[in-house]
C-alpha cells in the first residue's frame, strides 16, 4: 500500500453532487477532504476503509465520512453510487440547537448504515428527488436542491438517534494472533514496539508475524503503528494540544520523525494550516 494521504478534491458550492457507474480503473490510494462526504451504493458489493478498518459494502448501505477522515474505495468491479461533497460552512449554518447535523459524520461506530428495505426505499426517492431537481432548469432549484438535502440529512440523523439502522462494523482479521496484536499496539502505542519484541510476545518468528499481519489487515506492523500515532497526534491537536506536545504523548521519540512523517500522510507540516476552499477532483472518490 502506498503510505500516503493526499488531500483531495476542492468544493466552491454549498454541496455538490455525482452519480456513477463503473469499474475503478486503478486502485485509488488513502486520501481525505476538508469537507463531509455522503456515500450511498445503490448497486454491488465491495470493500471501504475508513480511518484503517475495511468494511464489507452492499447495495442500500449509505457511508458518512468526516472531514478529513482518511479512506479509499476497494470494489473490483462495477458499482454504483451516489457521492455528495458538503461544504463544512453550510453544514454548521444549516444546523439547529436541537439538530446538529454535523454529528451524522461524527458519531463513533456509525459511519456505514445499513438500512431496512422501507427506510430504504423512502431514502433513495429523496436522493432521486435531488438530482432530479439539480438537473432541472427551473425557478428556485437552488433554494429546493438545498432543502431536499437537509431534509435527506434530518433523516439520517433521525435515523441514528433513533437506531432505525442496522451499524456495519468493520471487518475484523480472521487470525486471533494479529487481534490481539492489534489490541496490544493500540494499548501500548505510547510505548516503544518493535517487531522483535513483538514477535517475541506472541511466540512468533519476525517475518513470519510481519507477513501474517499484513495478510490479516493489508498494512505493515510499521505503518499500523506509525499511522495510529498520527492519528492520536491529529485529535490531540484538534482538542488544543501543541505539536510538540502531541508528537511526544503519541509515542514519537524525535519531532523531526514526527514532522515529516505528519507532512507525508497529511500534506502539510503539524503547525501548518489550509485556507484555501477546495476544488472538486476528477476522481470524485
Not at 26 to 32: D, L
Not at 68 to 92: A, G, K
Not at 118 to 124: A, G, H, I, N
Request: charged share 30%; aromatic share 12%; with cysteine.
Amino acid at each position: 500500500m502506498k503510505e500516503t494521504y493526499q488531500k483531495r478534491g476542492y468544493l466552491l458550492e454549498d454541496f455538490r453532487l455525482f452519480h456513477m457507474r463503473d469499474i475503478p480503473k486503478e486502485r485509488v490510494e488513502y486520501h481525505y477532504h476538508e469537507f463531509y462526504k455522503l456515500l450511498i451504493v445503490l448497486s454491488g458489493t465491495g470493500g471501504y476503509w475508513l480511518d484503517g478498518e475495511r468494511y464489507q459494502l452492499q447495495s442500500g448501505d449509505v457511508v458518512l465520512i468526516d472531514s478529513r477522515l482518511v479512506h479509499r474505495p476497494e470494489f473490483e468491479q462495477e458499482y454504483e453510487r451516489v457521492i455528495i461533497y458538503i461544504s463544512p460552512e453550510f453544514l454548521s449554518a444549516s444546523s439547529a440547537e436541537d439538530c446538529d447535523l454535523t454529528r451524522c459524520f461524527s458519531v463513533e461506530g456509525q459511519n456505514v448504515l445499513r438500512l431496512p428495505p422501507r427506510e430504504r426505499e423512502r431514502f433513495l426517492e429523496l436522493i432521486r428527488k435531488l438530482e432530479g431537481e439539480l438537473a432541472s432548469s427551473a425557478v428556485g432549484k437552488s433554494i429546493l436542491s438545498r432543502g431536499l438535502l437537509l431534509r435527506l440529512l434530518v433523516e439520517i440523523y433521525r435515523m441514528i438517534w433513533k437506531g432505525g439502522f442496522d451499524s456495519v462494523q468493520p471487518l475484523r482479521p480472521k487470525d486471533e494472533r494479529v487481534v490481539g496484536m492489534l489490541r496490544y499496539i493500540d494499548e501500548h502505542i505510547q510505548e516503544e514496539i518493535t517487531a522483535e519484541a513483538l514477535a517475541e510476545r506472541f511466540f512468533l518468528s519476525k517475518y513470519h508475524m510481519m507477513r501474517l499481519f499484513r495478510e490479516n489487515t493489508g498494512v505493515t506492523i510499521h505503518s499500523y503503528v506509525t499511522d495510529r500515532r498520527l492519528m492520536n497526534a491529529r485529535d490531540m491537536m484538534g482538542d488544543g494540544a501543541g505539536a510538540t506536545e502531541a508528537c511526544y504523548k503519541a509515542g514519537f521519540n524525535s519531532y523531526c520523525t514526527f514532522c515529516r512523517a505528519y507532512n507525508k500522510r497529511f500534506g502539510m507540516s503539524p503547525t501548518g494550516r489550509t485556507d484555501q476552499k477546495l476544488l472538486v477532483e476528477e476522481t470524485f472518490e
